[in-house]
């Protein structure tokens, strides 16, 4: 069984966000505006976290490309009430949609803050919902949604794979953040597989996780800046 | 009666159902009407991927879209494209917003209300559109005036703005008039230079060292996605070698926030400090010897064409640049200054960037020529990891137009902008100069103009000044995709289709060496409205004007240009399909023996096979090309100590170095240097209008939707300005009120404020979004280029007291 | 003795509020069901709109709900919780007031957990906690431990009502049916009565440990996550100890109340209040003392992503509200309580009471939102107001709790009448009884 992850090189990371906005086109998060980011109720599955660094003056921000950590021991799947969130058998941290109630729990437990909330019925003006990705369901007001690692792409691509009676091969199965990330700063592949790329990467000096210290167990590792 | 067990556990079981009826209640509820509305299907269907070229800025990406049932549902990058081997920038990402944006103009419109708003304009036919222009056309060229029609240009290089130029060639008229495309400085200082008019191309991926003086490579650099993955490869891609990145500028840009240091200088200083660092270079001997003595000239005193002596680069920096003197001017120390020389000279292969290209910045010519010279004195020209000459794309010439007297005398006439001769070649991307021309009616009125891939009454940086100039031209024709702000205020709005939308060429973009064609290719089986293309659109004006321009059109259709294009680059015998995977060593030679194995052995392969990869290249640079990469008279590389000295004049600066040109600015009221830079998801005239480019406004900051200035603490201290509160900035041409944001991220005294928004049409996630800071700028030019130079805006910021809570400012201008 | 126990004699007073009602009672319960019926339709608007029509966002997820679930559960916490250690404590001041009590626990119960179903963006679907209940989350365990909490409770209040039941049966002519039901055939004999005594002392051991394992859980929906200053293994015994806290002032508001409208002086006695009031002012201490223990440790660690909330409480945004709860949780009550001239008067605890109330309501508010406004990785500075429809939700779950005890009032006697009869009767031989084993120099009567 593949462990999913990805690697983000924070050396090569340029904050251009185009991951963020790849993210919203494939997994048809709604176009919004003014009013709801003026309410803090903007969603992005990836966001650039900003981290301005407290000691001193001047000391260079830092920019950090946050998805969900699809954690080994993720505090957001221990709280859900309903199961409307768990580890699903390729080991993401999956939602289901339909069986959420919408408590919020989850959103509150994760110390990343990656979930986000469906506060309405969203719109997609026409045209723009020509554009809407048929693979990705769309969300009804009310529930949580989050980073899925783009699952329904390990889906196509084990179909892919199927139909063309192969095994699933390194890079079949690319998120779309990964796929557009211009600097190359983001790897993803099966950590578990020694000759993968992120399995070499995650073993880097530069390696380290996010919030560590907490135990959620990230399958996200960063690569500090740096020789 | 008594209490038994029973009726206990009974008891406590009749609780317990009320409780479930309690929580049942919520189900009671909802089935009573209120019930949650399920969300959408999305309909399936058969996919397609169909590649096809970006176009969204200058970068040039190809474009593989995925299509489900016709509808293109995702933009993912040509894996194949050697500009961005599958990869988008955000704004590429975006593109399909752009595509289904619900404000798209969907068929020609006249306009019968008055000019500035949407509501004036109806819609018409082609045939009635084109019919009504091509009248007042033939008028012009029946009275002998074909000069009076003028074309304003964006930056697009596709075969729309190709036709168009050719159209105007045909038609008579000089006045081909582009936008800034703000790579004039850095172009003229290889002019000076190396002899050529051409964007310098620089080698980042294989560098051990950048020193960039505001080269904002990481935000909208030439193009994007190929200097972002130069970038990365330049930091992590060669094992072993870390490149290091130092940035020199008065604002922390997101490129300074990723360097591996900031150097703060203070505004205007950026070439005294490249000066600072050659002089550094020249003491310690740091430089290379060898290439400057074989490869340069002026470098020590020289005799000039009359025989007389005069001071050479060596001279000017030991009597002009001594460091402590630099120190004093950029507030950067000697002992920085000195050791930034020595990791210069040592890293090797190292390359200086001037502030290019600073779009707003098309002056700074001083800076980019000190800057290029520091490349000069380590020899790092022309070499891998060095600065490169792009190569051209080979193709066949079109047809010569037939001789047309009309046409003849039209060209003859002295041209709106760029005829100034300062022993420069002229420059054409002077909207600004236009609308000064247009409005002062010399040395002709101007009777038709046209507006194709760019909206100069937003982006140009006199928005006020175009607009007004565009009020006395009486026929005024807009090609745009969306009510832009120059559409609104046109006579006719043609609306071209969408990129994405039509048949096209694309050729290399700005910032790459080597030459490309890439096969543009609708991504939808048809437009989705009443469109046309711009190449379309001149082809059917020049049939219907008749006479010599029709005959300067051969072709019937654009299908036929586009196959007769790619039939060229078959007759080039050189390079291959993108995406061939080759032994270079071998290729070459193979080549150098007359034998070229391309993967294609006709034109009709070659045509398929563009088709099925997205187009041609010619991947191998020839390095160390002197005789192509040295055009001086000298045929070396020239110091240029003269031209330095006379712009350096205008760079001694006191304080911050503006006093000079101040004077013409009030200086008495103004304070703060105006700064402007461009967020990589916004820049140019389109971004704002799509909703996902304007969440992710700046790396800087959260979601804005409205525009901000950066002060520095102290500044902000010393104005009584608080972070996050409203302000107005005033310059003496308008103002504009912004939110402050009080930030280390730039030195005190400077006002820095983000371009792209503040659009007056553009669409609902536009119209009214933020404020427009090029209504602030003075129209002063620079000496020897001739360029408008922006960096000489001062401008005061005063709390604004009106309570608003708004979250957009609306665009002000005070004056204009 | 059956003659006596179902007449009502010298407790006629007690039955008084069920046999009359003034206009009063109507008008001012008008207002309550206008406030609540305002509340339905901002419900309505909620359900058609979804939580858009809140003031929540990205990060505070939760706000005025959360808030007000937490602090009514703690209300709760009033009366079972207190009653039955005053019962087992055999403290024989309690008999007047444990009903008034026990009802405040049974009803404010459902407003809280009523307003866990208001936070909810999928109210439809509450059911699949149950269909598809995942038995890591906390918010399970308090679905379980409130369930049996609010059937324990229920219980708890119905059988002492019982022979009191049997009195309204036999005393009055409204509603007959049914008190005949409600009253099980209750005779008082004297099997009967060691029945039920039986029970109620199970029940009240049974309860205790349920009402503490409530607001434990409560807690441990914030405990269990690992967010800054929620991550606390104090919360438990904290949240308990807040919860008895604001319950002991709700039984004084709700006793004043009481006392006042119906004219119950002669049973509710300023002793009662000051009794009360002690035990209110020892709470106002352990309160005290968890909240700087909790701070003090959070100080003293600085982890700097606690900092952040700790800061944001007691220098920063939150100040003032963290401020007024400290004076109103702290420094008044104090103020009135330790002082004999205030403390012993009925007015003094209800001044102390309502404080307590305003406190311990800001002191749930600091605990949700801070932390949420101060995630690990910061976002955009987005504050929190909660919105109109928040605001008149919480006010319809407030006037119709009100309502719905004034209702109480107007079918079951406020004040138990077989106990304090009970107590008037045999309390006094049992108080010399007990004090005669327990010390020395008595003649020991009943030995075993
Ligand atoms: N995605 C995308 N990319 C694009 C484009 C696009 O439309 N979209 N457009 C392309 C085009 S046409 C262009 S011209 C380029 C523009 O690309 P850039 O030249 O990178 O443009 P700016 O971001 O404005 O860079 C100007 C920088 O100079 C700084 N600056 C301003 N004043 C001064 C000064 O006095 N001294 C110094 N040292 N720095 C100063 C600003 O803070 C800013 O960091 O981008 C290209 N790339
Ligand atoms: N506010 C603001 N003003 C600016 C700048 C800024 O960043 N912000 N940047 C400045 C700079 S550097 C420049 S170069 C100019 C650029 O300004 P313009 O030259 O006006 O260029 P853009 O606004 O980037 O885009 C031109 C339009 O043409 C379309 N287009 C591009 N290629 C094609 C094509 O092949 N076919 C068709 N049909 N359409 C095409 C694009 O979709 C876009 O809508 O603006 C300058 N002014
Ligand atoms: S796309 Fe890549 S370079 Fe851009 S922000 Fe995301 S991770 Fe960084
Ligand atoms: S990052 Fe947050 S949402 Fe993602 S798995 Fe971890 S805890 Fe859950
Ligand atoms: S919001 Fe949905 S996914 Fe999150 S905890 Fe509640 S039920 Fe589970
Ligand atoms: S993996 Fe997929 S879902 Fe997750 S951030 Fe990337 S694009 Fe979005
Ligand atoms: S860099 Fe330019 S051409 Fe490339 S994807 Fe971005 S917008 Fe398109
Ligand atoms: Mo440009």
């Known amino acids: 069984m593949a462990r999913w992850g990805m690697v983000i090189d924070l050396d090569r990371c340029t904050a251009c966000q185009a991951c963020v906005v790849a993210c919203k086109v494939e997994n048809n998060i709604p176009p919004t505006g003014a009013d709801v980011a003026g309410r803090g109720r903007s969603i992005s599955w990836m966001r650039l976290a900003r981290n301005v660094s407290e000691h001193g003056e001047g000391a260079a921000p830092q920019w950090i490309p946050l998805p969900c950590m699809h954690c080994e021991n993720p505090p957001c799947v221990k709280v859900c009430p309903a199961t409307a969130t768990m580890i699903d058998k390729e080991g993401l941290v999956a939602q289901v949609y339909p069986r959420c109630i919408g408590c919020r729990y989850c959103t509150t437990a994760c110390p990343y803050t990656v979930r986000y909330f469906n506060w309405k019925k969203y719109d997609w003006p026409f045209p723009m919902e020509q554009s809407l990705n048929p693979d990705v369901s769309i969300r009804p007001k009310g529930v949580v949604e989050k980073c899925t690692f783009c699952h329904h792409r390990l889906q196509l691509a084990k179909d892919r794979a199927r139909a063309e009676s192969r095994l699933l091969a390194e890079g079949d199965y690319v998120p779309a953040c990964v796929q557009t990330c211009p600097s190359g700063a983001m790897v993803f592949g099966d950590l578990d597989d020694r000759r993968s790329e992120v399995s070499r990467l995650a073993e880097s000096p530069r390696a380290f996780r996010l919030m560590e210290e907490l135990g959620t167990k990230p399958k996200v590792i960063y690569l500090s800046k740096g020789e | 009666m008594t209490v038994t067990r029973r009726r206990f556990i009974g008891l406590g079981l009749g609780a317990a159902g009320g409780a479930v009826l309690g929580i049942q209640g919520g189900r009671i509820l909802s089935e009573l009407g209120v019930s949650m509305q399920l969300p959408p299907r999305v309909p399936g269907g058969p996919e397609k991927h169909i590649l096809s070229v970006c176009r969204l800025c200058p970068g040039g990406c190809g474009i593989r879209a995925r299509c489900i049932a016709n509808r293109a549902v995702k933009l993912e990058g040509n894996p194949l494209h050697p500009i961005n081997a599958g990869r988008l920038c955000p704004k590429g990402q975006a593109g399909l917003q752009s595509l289904y944006h619900p404000d798209r103009i969907q068929s020609p419109l006249r306009r019968v209300g008055p000019r500035g708003a949407i509501g004036s304009f109806t819609p018409t036919s082609w045939e009635e559109a084109l019919q009504q222009i091509t009248v007042r056309l033939g008028l012009l060229r029946n009275q002998h005036r074909p000069e009076t029609l003028v074309l304003v240009r964006g930056t697009s290089r596709g075969l729309g703005a190709r036709l168009a130029t050719r159209f105007m060639r045909a038609f008579g008229s000089p006045n081909d008039v582009s936008l800034y495309r703000g790579d004039e400085a850095a172009s003229q200082a290889l002019e000076l230079t190396q002899g050529l008019r051409t964007m310098p191309v620089y080698d980042l991926q294989s560098a051990e060292y950048v020193l960039s003086f505001g080269g904002a490579l990481l935000e909208a650099w030439d193009s994007p996605v190929y200097a972002m993955r130069a970038y990365g490869e330049f930091r992590q891609g060669n094992p072993g070698r870390r490149g290091k990145l130092v940035q020199v500028e008065p604002r922390q840009s997101a490129t300074a926030v990723m360097a591996d240091e900031w150097i703060a200088v203070r505004p205007g200083t950026e070439g005294i400090m490249a000066m600072g660092v050659a002089a550094a270079l020249v003491a310690e001997e740091l430089y290379d010897k060898e290439f400057v003595l074989r490869r340069t000239h002026q470098f020590e005193d020289y005799r000039d064409t009359q025989g007389n002596l005069q001071p050479g680069f060596r001279t000017l920096l030991e009597r002009d640049f001594g460091l402590e003197r630099v120190s004093a001017e950029t507030g950067v120390s000697v002992n920085r200054i000195l050791s930034l020389a020595r990791e210069f000279a040592a890293a090797r292969p190292s390359i200086a960037i001037g502030p290019r290209r600073g779009p707003l910045l098309p002056g700074r010519l001083f800076e980019h020529l000190a800057a290029h010279l520091l490349n000069a004195l380590v020899g790092n020209l022309d070499g891998p990891g060095g600065v490169l000459v792009p190569e051209p794309v080979p193709q066949l010439p079109w047809p010569e137009m037939p001789a047309d007297p009309v046409a003849q005398a039209g060209l003859a006439r002295p041209p709106l902008v760029g005829a100034a001769g300062n022993g420069l070649a002229p420059v054409r991307s002077d909207v600004e100069s236009l609308a000064e021309a247009i409005l002062a009616k010399s040395p002709y009125g101007v009777e038709a103009l046209f507006v194709l891939d760019s909206d100069p009454a937003f982006v140009s940086m006199a928005p006020a000044l175009f607009t007004s100039a565009l009020e006395h031209v009486p026929l005024v024709v807009s090609f745009a995709t969306h009510p832009d702000d120059t559409a609104l205020l046109a006579d006719w709005i043609l609306p071209q289709s969408h990129p994405f939308e039509a048949w096209d060429l694309d050729t290399t973009p700005p910032g790459v060496p080597f030459p490309l064609v890439s096969l543009a290719k609708p991504v939808l089986p048809l437009p989705q409205y009443d469109t046309r293309s711009a190449a379309q659109i001149f082809l059917e004006l020049a049939k219907r004007l008749g006479g010599e321009t029709a005959a300067a059109f051969p072709w019937p259709d654009v299908d036929t240009l586009i196959r007769a294009e790619v039939r060229g680059l078959y007759g080039a015998r050189r390079g291959a399909v993108i995406g061939t995977s080759f032994d270079e060593a071998w290729v070459r030679m193979m080549e150098r023996a007359g034998w070229w194995a391309p993967g294609y052995r006709s034109e009709d392969e070659l045509w398929q096979r563009v088709e099925e990869t997205g187009g041609w290249w010619d991947p191998f640079y020839d390095h160390w090309n002197w005789g192509r990469v040295l055009q001086t008279g000298s045929g070396k590389f020239e110091f240029r100590p003269k031209e330095l000295a006379e712009l350096a004049v205008d760079r001694w600066m006191k304080p911050l170095g503006f006093e000079k040109k101040t004077a013409t600015d009030s200086r008495s009221e103004s304070h703060l240097a105006l700064l402007l830079f461009e967020p990589l998801a916004i820049a140019g005239g389109l971004g704002a209008q799509l909703p996902f480019l304007q969440e992710i406004l700046d790396p800087g900051y959260e979601e804005r939707w409205e525009s901000w200035v950066e002060l520095h603490p102290e500044t902000a201290e010393s104005l009584g300005v608080v972070n996050r509160s409203w302000v107005r900035v005033v310059s003496p041409h308008g103002s504009v009120r912004v939110r402050a944001q009080v930030s280390h991220r730039v030195v005190p005294g400077v006002a820095a404020i983000p371009l792209g928004l503040g659009q007056r049409g553009g669409g609902r996630w536009a119209e009214g979004i933020g404020a427009n800071p090029l209504r602030l700028l003075s129209p002063i030019r620079e000496p020897l280029s001739g360029l408008p130079d922006p960096g000489a805006t001062w401008v005061r910021v005063v709390v604004d007291g009106t309570t608003s809570t708004a979250t957009s400012t609306a665009v002000e201008a005070e004056k204009s | ?448």
Request: net charge positive; glycine share 6%.
């Open chain 3, 1 to 448: 003795m059956e003659a006596t126990t179902h007449s009502i004699g010298a407790d006629a007073a007690l039955l008084r509020p069920i046999q009359k009602t003034t206009w009063r009672f109507w008008a001012f319960s008008s207002v309550l069901v206008g406030i609540w019926l305002w509340g339905m339709y901002a419900w309505r608007t909620q359900l058609g709109s979804g939580l858009d029509v809140t003031g929540l966002n990205v990060p505070v997820y939760w706000g005025l709900y959360i808030t007000n679930f937490v602090f009514f559960i703690g209300i709760s916490h009033a009366g079972t919780l207190i009653s039955a250690i005053l019962r087992l404590c055999n403290a024989e001041w309690r008999r007047p007031i444990t009903r008034a009590a026990e009802v405040i626990t049974v009803l404010v119960l459902f407003f809280g957990a009523g307003c866990v179903i208001l936070d909810l963006g999928r109210p439809d679907r509450v059911l699949n906690v149950i269909l598809h209940p995942n038995f890591r989350s906390p918010l399970v365990w308090d679905v379980c431990s409130i369930s049996v909490y609010l059937t324990g409770s229920t219980i708890y209040l119905y059988l002492p009502l019982i022979p009191d039941i049997a009195i309204l049966r036999d005393n009055t002519d409204r509603w007959h049916r049914l008190y005949r039901v409600l009253a099980l055939g209750w005779k008082g004999t004297e099997s009967q009565q060691r029945i039920l005594n039986r029970c109620i002392a199970v029940m009240a051991v049974a309860v205790i440990p349920i009402a503490v394992s409530v607001h434990t859980v409560v807690s441990w929906v914030f405990g269990m996550t690992v967010q800054p200053m929620w991550h606390s293994t104090i919360f438990g015994p904290y949240f308990v100890v807040g919860a008895i806290f604001s319950g002991i002032a709700a039984i004084l508001i709700a006793m004043a109340v009481v006392r006042k409208v119906y004219h119950l002086e002669p049973y509710l006695k300023p002793i009662h209040f000051s009794n009360l009031g002690l035990l209110l002012m020892v709470m106002a201490l352990l309160w005290f003392y968890f909240t700087f223990a909790e701070f003090l440790t959070t100080y003293y660690g600085s982890d700097p992503s606690h900092m952040a909330v700790f800061s944001s409480k007691v220098t920063g945004k939150y100040a003032p509200q963290f401020w007024t709860m400290v004076a109103t949780c702290l420094v008044i009550p104090l103020g009135f309580l330790a002082n004999r001239r205030t403390g012993s008067k009925v007015w003094g605890c209800v001044v102390a009471a309502v404080s307590v109330e305003v406190g311990m309501w800001l002191e749930r508010y600091l605990i949700v939102i801070p932390s949420l406004s101060n995630p690990r990785l910061p976002r955009a500075d987005v504050s929190y107001h909660a919105s109109w429809v928040e605001w008149s939700l919480m006010a319809s779950f407030v006037a119709f709790f009100v309502f719905l005890y004034g209702v109480f009032t107007k079918f079951f006697p406020i004040v138990s009448i077989w106990e304090v009869r009970e107590g008037r009767e045999h309390a006094l031989s049992q108080v010399i009884e007990r004090v005669k084993r327990v010390l020395p120099g008595l003649p020991e009567a009943g030995q075993r």
